[in-house]
Structures are given as structure tokens and as C-alpha cells.
């Protein structure tokens, strides 16, 4: 059997005519920046999420930037996340000038352990970061409980934002709330692997103030306030027009992708406990008050006690390489935390300071994951895992 890890193909051919049909509407009218297609789909992510404001733009990359510039970060400020998580996240703080600070996570959820911010808090902290790991939100209640703190204390009033990277995470829910309608800011990507993906590079912020979203807007057209006339710094971040055009297709059907991503996620956590003999294996944890988008069913192959056949690579590394030659693609998300990252050196950190993000990053494996795995499909991977 060989079996697609994201299946895009499958989704393509699903929407195909309405697809294709949209791109040549774009071809045809040539409005290839800011088409009607853009501001067609804002209103559509604005209804979907409940954000007041959605502002698409060029990447999840430039969206986390877009954010932070819209909230005046830059030199000598701090923003505290995660170390468990894709570069983008750190490597937008630094970008700009500002400092990453990480805290460990939870080794449930993969998230930002709430319990360590507050010590991570200086009075250079501008904002916070939290990430929702493989698509699921972080504990926001407590995160917002912290920074509310500090940014409504009675001796030195410190206003510290919420950014929240949902880059895995569009359509999932936190108490009922989609997670772009939290925080100050929330962000996300639609790169074509993500739940909602595009067919090239694409993201979106979004906020329920207003001035931020005209700020970010601004901003993503080279802080243009009308053409040619400059209030801010800014970027050429804009959305491109065949991008929204596949986006306001596929985005019709999402809520039948994310229902499907639920099931699938759910037949392997039911097939995986079903098997005793996998106590290696640890399947991902929700907690009570979320959902996900499952960008990611990522399992942790526990590594203590273990003898491979090879002194240099772990039983995740073997296994990875059985499953690869029964036909069965995996992924590491993430094999090395960012403070042990060289690009991040300068910062201090060493070995041992976040020993969860490294435990995890150690053992962490991503199974095939969409809306279109097959009941024969999981049976077969979870059989192949029997064998580790």
C-alpha cells in the first residue's frame, strides 16, 4: 500500500471544476493584485471565524510580522513563546529587532505551559505568543489571565498583547471561540499542507480592533494610507487574487473537511488504545474545552529503555524508516527545539533549560494526516506500528 501524507490531490480533484473555473476567472479579468476575490474572501473569514476584522495577506510568515508591527514591537522589547514550534514564530520576533524568550510546554498538549510565563515577564515583555500546536489552541484563559495582570496593575500598568500563531490551527475552538477570534491578534496560514491551504503562499490576521486591522492593512501595502503616500514602515504583503480565488472555494467546504480531520483523528486514537502491545506509543491529548484542526495526528514514540540496532538513531528513527519501506510517509514536527537552533546562539540558552521541548522534539513522529485516510488506510499503519 503507499499512502498519501496530505492528499491534496485527492481535495483537488474533489473541487476541481469549481477550482479551476475560479483561477480562469481571475486569468480572464486580469485583476491579479487586490481583485474582488480578496475582499470577497475577508468577509467570508470574518463570518467564519467571528473575528470583526480579517486581513488576508501574503503568508503566516508575514502575517505574525504584520501582527507585531501593528503593535509597535521592534528593539529592545521582549515576546515570550514557545520553543516547540516552527522557526517562523521566533524568527519573526528577532526580525524585527525584539528578543525571543521561550518558555517550556506542556507535555500533554505540546503548548506553552501557562504555569511559566509569569517568571519569563520583564518590564521589556511586549507580548505574548502562544502557538496552536498541530491545531489545537493553547489554555487562552490562563495565558490572558497573566497578561491581563500586568497590563491592568494598579502600580505599574504594563501592557502586554496576545498574539496567537493559529499558522495549524484555522477553525479550531477554544470555549466555543474560534482561535483567530482571541487574543489581540490572531494569525494563521493557508500554505497548501495547511487544513485550509491555498495553492501557493497565503495567510491572514485577525483582530477585533479596528484600528489595528486599518494599522495592518496599511502595513501590507507598504503603510500606504492612499497610493503613493506613506504613514508607516511597512512590507508588500498583500494576498494574490488566484489565491483568494481558490481559498473562497475550498473555504465553502471546510467545515465538512474539519468534521472529517475529527474523524480520522478519532479512528486512530480508538485503533492505537485498541492496541496493547503499543506502550511505546503516546496519542495526542485534548483538552475538555477544545477542538482541533488536526494539521497534525503527531504520536510520541517514547525512547527511554531503548537498544536500537543502530548506536546514533533512536526507535522513532527506526521506526520511521520500517513505515517508510511499508509505504507509509512520516514527519518530525519538530526534531530540534529553537533554543538549541544556531541561529538562535546569540540568545544563551543551552541544552537541559526546556527539557519537555527537548523530551518531545526527541520522540514526536507525524502520521499521515487529512480528510480522505481510509479505515483500510489506518488499519494498516496502526498494524505496521504494532511491529516497532
Not at 51 to 79: F, Q
Not at 312 to 329: A, N, T, V, W
Request: charged share 20%; net charge negative; hydrophobic share 35%.
Amino acid at each position: 500500500m503507499k499512502i498519501d501524507f496530505a492528499n491534496l490531490q485527492h481535495q483537488h480533484n474533489l473541487y476541481k471544476e469549481e477550482i479551476e473555473e475560479a483561477i480562469l476567472k481571475v486569468a480572464r479579468n486580469c485583476n491579479f493584485i487586490m481583485g474582488n476575490e480578496v475582499q470577497e474572501l475577508e468577509k467570508s473569514l470574518e463570518e467564519f471565524t467571528g473575528a470583526k476584522y480579517a486581513v488576508s495577506c501574503s503568508n503566516g510568515t508575514d502575517a505574525l510580522l504584520l501582527a507585531m508591527m501593528a503593535l509597535g514591537i521592534g528593539v529592545g522589547d521582549e515576546v515570550i513563546t514557545t520553543p516547540f514550534t516552527f522557526i517562523a514564530t521566533a524568527e519573526t520576533i528577532a526580525f524585527l529587532g525584539a528578543t525571543p524568550v521561550f518558555v517550556d510546554i506542556d507535555e500533554k498538549t505540546y503548548n506553552i505551559d501557562p504555569s511559566k510565563i509569569e517568571a519569563a515577564i520583564t518590564p521589556k515583555t511586549k507580548a505574548i505568543i502562544p502557538v496552536s500546536l498541530y491545531g489545537q489552541p493553547a489554555d487562552m484563559d490562563a495565558i490572558k489571565t497573566i497578561a491581563d495582570k500586568y497590563s491592568h496593575s494598579h502600580s505599574k500598568p504594563h501592557k502586554i498583547s496576545i498574539i496567537i500563531d493559529g499558522a495549524q490551527s484555522f477553525g479550531s475552538t477554544y470555549n466555543g471561540i474560534t482561535d483567530s477570534a482571541l487574543g489581540d491578534i490572531s494569525t494563521t496560514s493557508f500554505f497548501p499542507a495547511k487544513p485550509l491551504g491555498c495553492y501557493g503562499d497565503g495567510g491572514a490576521v485577525f483582530t477585533n480592533d479596528e484600528e489595528l486591522a486599518n494599522k495592518m492593512k496599511s502595513l501590507r501595502l507598504h503603510g500606504q494610507t492612499k497610493r503613493y503616500h506613506h504613514k508607516y514602515i511597512g512590507m508588500g504583503g498583500r494576498l494574490d487574487t488566484i489565491q483568494a480565488a481558490v481559498l473562497n472555494v475550498k473555504l465553502k467546504y471546510y467545515p465538512k473537511d474539519l468534521a472529517l480531520r475529527q474523524e480520522v483523528a478519532d479512528k486512530y486514537s480508538v485503533s492505537l488504545s485498541g492496541q496493547c502491545e503499543l506502550k511505546n506509543i503516546i496519542t495526542p491529548a485534548l483538552t475538555p474545552h477544545t477542538t482541533s484542526a488536526w494539521a497534525q495526528y503527531s504520536i510520541r514514540v517514547k525512547s527511554d529503555h531503548v537498544h536500537t540496532s543502530h548506536p546514533h538513531s533512536s526507535r522513532r528513527d527506526e521506526l520511521q524508516e520500517k513505515l517508510k519501506e511499508q509505504g507509509i510517509p512520516t514527519a518530525v514536527h519538530y526534531p530540534m527545539p529553537l533554543h538549541l537552533q544556531e541561529c538562535f546562539t546569540y540568545l544563551g540558552y543551552k541544552k537541559g533549560d526546556f527539557p519537555i521541548s527537548e523530551i518531545v522534539s526527541d520522540e514526536i513522529m507525524s502520521l499521515p494526516m487529512n480528510p480522505y485516510v481510509t479505515d483500510e488506510e489506518i488499519g494498516y499503519i496502526v498494524g505496521n506500528l504494532q511491529h516497532i
